[in-house]
């Protein structure tokens, strides 16, 4: 499946509450191949959210695994349809970045271990209990199906957002 284009903001789309999704089909396992294909193209990326591709779907795929804050302590590569976090607890400010916001990264106040509620590619309920890293970039996808980005959960404009030196 081909990479998919990185919708920028102000797009709407990212701003927009994304559809549940009713059937696990092949056209969602489809979309699932494009944002595995897109978040393995993208610099860095650890995760992608179907608004971000322009499609209004609750789906992400997020994979840590090969980020030096991730190896780790991670669980792969996960493909999230209508994921919904039933537990978080503790708190940790972390620097994030996102491909939709290319230029800026900012410090984001986020749960340190959460449990997720999720269908697998085959429409299985399934729950996944993740900490650290993994938990921030599933917070982060899933902020995207609920119409945020990271620029929404700064703290202070002032002094929690940072323009980006290099894109990598």
């Not at 980020?67 to 590569?77: A, F, I, M, P």
Request: proline share 4%; with cysteine.
């Amino acid at each position: 499946m081909p990479s998919q284009k990185i919708l920028l903001y102000p797009h709407p789309i990212l701003k927009k509450l994304a559809h549940q999704v009713d059937v696990v089909d092949g056209e969602i396992r489809g979309l699932i191949e494009d944002l595995i294909d897109t978040m393995r193209e993208g610099p860095g990326s650890v995760g992608v959210a179907a608004p971000q591709i322009g499609v209004s779907l609750r789906v992400c795929v997020v994979d840590v695994s090969n980020s030096k804050l991730g190896r780790d302590n991670n669980h792969g590569l996960l493909a999230l349809v209508n994921p919904e976090i039933v537990e978080r607890d503790g708190e940790a400010v972390m620097r994030e970045g996102c491909m939709s916001v290319p230029d800026y990264t900012g410090d984001v106040v986020r749960a340190t271990r959460i449990v997720v509620r999720y269908l697998d590619i085959w429409g299985t309920t399934r729950e996944v209990e993740a900490t650290g890293f993994e938990a921030v970039a599933m917070q982060h996808e899933i902020d995207h199906l609920d119409g945020m980005l990271f620029l929404d959960r700064i703290a202070s404009i002032k002094t929690g957002l940072f323009r980006r030196k290099s894109y990598r």
